[in-house]
């Protein structure tokens, strides 16, 4: 490239910062921009970074994209990307695998122990003054399926089984002795290996994994089975869940993500004692932001001098292959 390449930064409230841009700014041309100007800074940029990991606005300017040969993403989905124009070109798409691992895997873990030893009933008992002596459960020798085995998934198996749960995976492709999950089954199995005590979402949104927790997912879990969702909340159909939570017939529910973010004020979801709700949170640890913008700029430095980009989509799939 004759010239320094031009790379468009897309931002929401927050911009990353500009010592961490700094091996990015000496070697480009760099437009920061908000939603409404992407279309402009898009045009006869090389590189666009999606520092705004959640926009719905990348769709709406892709016709100035004509000069884009790669797109980063500062999360581990894609699905925001992954719309017919963008799938079809030539644009390699990289996306942050391996930033939020072990803290959703730290997150999932609190679930289960919040669910096991029901800290939520121990607050409730504190606020009202209540002195109450209760057993709690254990969560060693209990199951755990986890549905998704990339590196997210593989970051909740190892943590699992080191509190002494028994673990087993739900991903594209079956196998044996795999040396986190143990067993992995076929997503289309899913059904087959629902009898655990806590389910966990975690599998990238692809039109294969859209609701793919449903009414007849639901029926086929243990009427005492917790799902935990880290995934998407286009996962699940949120109604049905509702409808299995509401029946007893599973025991209850820890969300992070769901259909519309942020959960509506009036959802009957907000007031079921036996769910837990976080804000889209679960992977997001003091310093996450800057780790994002590293990602990115590590991958640069590789971009600039020719080497193979790390974390590429493959576009097919919808997501990073596992290696």
Known sequence: MSRNPIVAVLHAHVLPSDELMAPVASRAEVRYTGKAGLSDALDGADVLFLYDFLTDAVPGAWHAAGSLQWLHIAAAGVDPVMFPEARDSDVTITNSRGVFDGAIAEYVLAQILSFAKDLPGSLRLQQS??????ESERIAGRTALIVGTGPIGRAIARLLRAAGMKVSGSGRTARNADPDFGTVTATEDLPEQLAADYVIAVAPLTDQTRHLFRDSTFAAMKPGARFVNVGRGELVRTDDLVAALRA?????????VFDTEPLPAGHPLWDM??????PHNSGDFAGWRDDLVTVFTDNFERWVAG??????VDKHLGYVPSR
Do not use: M
């Not at 003054?129 to 209760?134: F, I, Y």
């Not at 004692?273 to 976080?278: A, C, F, M, Q, R």
């Not at 080497?307 to 590429?312: A, G, K, M, Q, S």
């Open 129 to 134: 003054h209540t002195w109450q002596h209760r």
């Open 273 to 278: 004692p036996n769910v837990s709700i976080t």
């Open 307 to 312: 080497y193979p980009l790390e974390n590429v």
């Open 248 to 256: 007893g017939t599973i025991a209850g529910a820890a969300l992070d």
